[in-house]
């Protein structure tokens, strides 16, 4: 079993939600940001998303676009990102996902993208613009290195594309809140608990929600009817907001906290079996 796996299993005996941190790999350079990941970890993210930089992140709202193009000037690659996991797994276990577009992987090459990820200590993969439909130019690969694959659902995915999502999910699925870029505001509750019902009827893996949470209360919110919430544009703009590297870090490490906390004080009602859905207020 991977580290993804393996956490969101503790997570479920403990009768608590995950915390998954994105950090864009390189920002704002490249030893700053392994102690951003150690950072983030230490303060209570069970899983890190690290975004692979890349020059036309599409998906992104300006806040991770703005990263990624730090990241970038800082001499931020898929290599540096592979150098940045090995960095980080001599302090840590942490599950890391390896977040980013198909351009970079595919000009690596989708073989040795796959088999230095995972020497390096990466976990697991999710690439944007690979729809399911497309995923077979990568799953061989990933699956020959032991590495897992996260699928992207969002609003607009209808039946097929769900069921096709579900199948090929092996650490989790991404469920993403609200069509649009990252950063973006969070649709309302109920719309996304009823997604997440459809979605869970396909799929054994946890479901994580990401894409507009930005403060400890939303994270809390979507807690209550998702086993992962994912936060990233709150905490790229921390680091930009950020008068020094050491501040970037101060204020990274506060914010998780904060994040964790919430996320972490979710608990599953009586009588709701496990990795079934969850009840939100008024629920």
Do not use: K
């Not at 730090?70 to 977040?99: D, K, Q, Y």
């Amino acid at each position: 079993m991977s580290r993804v796996g393996a956490c969101f299993d503790r997570l479920r005996a403990d009768d608590r939600r995950g915390f998954v941190a994105y950090l864009t790999a390189g920002d704002p350079d490249l030893v700053t940001s392994r102690e951003l990941v150690v950072e983030a970890w230490r303060r209570g993210a069970d899983v890190i998303e690290l975004g692979v930089p890349w020059s036309d992140p599409s998906a992104d709202g300006p806040a991770i676009q703005a990263a990624m193009q730090r990241a970038l000037g800082a001499g931020g690659s898929f290599r540096a990102t592979l150098r940045l996991c090995e960095g980080v797994r001599r302090e840590s276990e942490v599950p890391i996902v390896l977040f980013g577009y198909y351009n970079p992987v595919f000009v690596y090459g989708v073989d040795a993208a796959a088999r230095d990820a995972r020497n390096a200590g990466a976990d697991a993969f999710l690439v944007v613009d690979l729809p399911p439909e497309e995923a077979g130019e990568v799953t061989p690969a990933l699956a020959a290195q032991g590495l897992d694959l996260v699928p992207l659902v969002s609003p607009e995915s209808d039946e097929a594309r769900m069921e096709r999502a579900a199948a090929l999910a092996t650490g989790f699925v991404y469920y993403v809140s609200m069509t649009g870029v990252t950063g973006a505001s969070l649709p309302p509750l109920d719309d996304v608990r009823a997604r997440l019902g459809r979605l869970r009827t396909r799929t054994r893996v946890p479901v994580a929600v990401g894409f507009g949470v930005r403060t400890p209360a939303q994270a809390g919110a979507l807690a209550q009817v998702a086993d992962g919430v994912v936060v990233g544009s709150a905490l790229v703009q921390a680091i930009a907001g950020a008068a020094t590297p050491a501040a970037a870090v101060t204020a990274v490490g506060t914010l998780c906290a904060d994040l964790a906390d919430a996320v972490h004080a979710v608990r599953t009602p009586a009588g709701t079996p496990p990795g079934g859905p969850v009840a939100g207020p008024g629920g």
